[in-house]
């Protein structure tokens, strides 16, 4: 289950296909787009630390434009590689990193009341540990070769769920909304990941039942 329906995230897609036939035509790689995006995020973090709240939420959903753009022009114009996804990939979690760091930055410089800042400071981390861990599930499970999208809170419904309230109220009244925005995305982020392990190890365990060929190897058991 998503929060974002995915008759919603179709609609997004279709919406934007026009834009994708001309960035195919004019040439534009898919890598360029997502660079662009991921100076658009860190633009989005700079005004979260500056406490320009109302910018960073517009710049943090202005950034998901480009997030379906780079897809839509890479399968689309048939230019997608490995290289393109890792990049995408790393590139996200770096702006995921900037982001919820600039917001603990300006919980550190008095968004938040002082007796409230420790919290505040505390719940952006934890946030952003369990972003991270969001797409390393998928990232792992994926490598495994079991599908996992699953999860309340998957990218889009992060960057919604941020970007959004913020860019139409601000931070609220001695930052109480932004704090309460961290708090839900660190509970929905960390719910996600549990949803993205249960979901593994059930398909991992009826996948190792219904194993009946002699001799195939199994998954390394690898610490990282």
Not at 11 to 40: K, W
Not at 130 to 159: D, F, M, N, Q, W
Request: charged content about 15%.
């Amino acid at each position: 289950m998503n929060l974002i329906p995915q008759r919603v995230k179709d609609g997004f897609v279709r919406a934007i296909e026009p834009m994708a036939r001309a960035l195919i035509r004019a040439g534009i790689s898919p890598n360029v787009i997502t660079t662009a995006g991921a100076f658009v995020i860190l633009g989005s973090a700079a005004a979260f630390a500056r406490g320009e709240i109302q910018l960073g939420g517009f710049l943090l959903l202005f950034s998901g434009v480009f997030d379906l753009l780079d897809g839509q022009v890479a399968r689309q114009g048939r230019r997608a590689t490995d290289f393109g996804a890792f990049y995408d990939s790393t590139l996200d979690r770096v702006g995921e990193s900037a982001l919820f760091g600039g917001i603990a930055l300006y919980f550190l410089r008095g968004g938040v009341p002082p007796a409230r800042v420790t919290l505040a400071v505390g719940l952006a981390i934890a946030a952003l540990a369990a972003s991270l861990l969001v797409s390393y599930t998928r990232a792992r499970a994926e490598g495994l070769g079991y599908p996992c999208k699953v999860g309340i809170a998957a990218r889009a419904e992060r960057l919604l769920l941020l970007g959004l309230p913020t860019l139409l109220f601000g931070p609220g009244r001695d930052g109480w909304l932004l704090f309460a925005i961290i708090a839900l995305l660190a509970l929905a982020t960390t719910v996600t990941v549990v949803q993205r392990v249960v979901h593994v190890a059930r398909i991992a365990g009826a996948a190792a039942q219904r194993e009946t060929l002699p001799g195939r190897p199994t998954a390394v058991r690898k610490g990282t």
